[in-house]
C-alpha cells in the first residue's frame, strides 16, 4: 500500500476484488453488500465515500457512532448504518434510535430489552444474530448448538424478525470451514442474510455465500 493512494483508490480496488471473487464462484456481485467499516475514522474521512456512493456502514462502538453519524445521516438520508459489535443492555435504546440494522444480537436479555425499547421507540431495526462460529471463550455470539434454539427464542418468545446471522472466525485460521457452518445454521432456520468475511478473507466468504462483506482496513489502511 502505498502514501499516495487513497481511500477512494482503496475502495475501488476493494470492489474489483469483489466483482472476481463472486465471478469465481458463480454469483452476482450486486448480491454482495460491501459494508465500511468505519470504526476509529473520522466524519470528515467518511464524506468522500458517501460523495462516492457508498451506502452501507458499520461501527463497533454505540457511542462513537453517535458523535459521528447524525451530522452524516442529515446529509445522506438513505445510507444503512450496521452495529457491528458488541450490545450492552444499558445501550439498546441508543442502538435502536441510531442503527439500521444490528448484527450482534446474542442474548435472550439483549433481545428481550431490544423488543422492548423497538416498542418504546416505534422503530425496529433489521436484527442478525451473531454466532460464535469458532467457540472462543473471548468472543461474542451465541455458540453454534445454541443457535437454532436462540433463534426460536428470538422469534416466539420475543417476537423479533431475525434475518441472518453473523460471524467473526477465529484469527489465524482458515476461515472457509468457520463460514461454511455458519452458511449451514442459516440455511436450516430458513434465514436469507450472512455477514461474514472481513479484510483478509472476505473472497472466501463470497465463495460461502456471504451475501454482505464488512471490510475496514482495505479501504482505510490498518488501524
Ligand atoms: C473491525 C471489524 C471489521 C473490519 O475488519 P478489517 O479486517 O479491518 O477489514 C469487520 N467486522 C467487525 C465485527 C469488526 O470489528
Not at 452476482?28 to 467518511?46: H, M, N
Request: hydrophobic share 40%.
Amino acid at each position: 500500500m502505498t502514501t499516495s493512494e487513497t481511500d477512494l483508490d482503496r475502495l475501488e480496488h476493494v470492489q474489483a476484488r469483489i466483482r472476481r471473487a463472486a465471478r469465481d464462484a458463480g454469483r452476482k456481485p450486486t448480491e454482495i453488500e460491501l459494508v465500511c467499516v468505519t470504526k476509529t475514522i473520522s466524519a470528515a474521512r467518511i464524506e468522500p465515500l458517501l460523495r462516492a456512493s457508498c451506502r452501507q456502514f458499520g461501527e463497533n462502538r454505540v457511542q462513537e457512532a453517535m458523535e459521528k453519524w447524525p451530522s452524516l445521516r442529515a446529509a445522506f438520508p438513505e445510507l444503512t448504518l450496521r452495529l457491528i459489535g458488541p450490545l450492552q443492555t444499558n445501550k439498546v435504546r441508543d442502538a435502536v434510535r441510531l442503527f439500521d440494522v444490528i448484527e450482534t444480537v446474542d442474548r435472550p436479555k439483549l433481545a428481550a430489552e431490544i423488543a422492548t425499547q423497538a416498542v418504546r421507540e416505534g422503530k425496529t431495526p433489521r436484527l442478525l444474530v451473531q454466532v460464535n462460529i469458532g467457540e472462543e471463550p473471548q468472543k461474542a455470539g451465541v455458540l453454534p448448538e445454541d443457535a437454532d434454539a436462540f433463534l426460536r427464542v428470538c422469534r416466539e418468545d420475543f417476537g423479533l424478525a431475525i434475518e441472518g446471522l453473523m460471524c467473526i472466525p477465529p484469527v489465524d485460521q482458515l476461515a472457509s470451514p468457520y463460514f461454511a457452518k455458519l452458511a449451514e445454521i442459516a440455511a436450516r432456520n430458513g434465514l436469507s442474510k450472512l455477514s461474514m468475511g472481513m479484510t483478509s478473507d472476505f473472497e472466501q466468504a463470497i465463495k460461502l455465500g456471504a451475501t454482505e462483506i464488512r471490510v475496514g482496513s482495505a479501504i482505510f489502511g490498518a488501524r
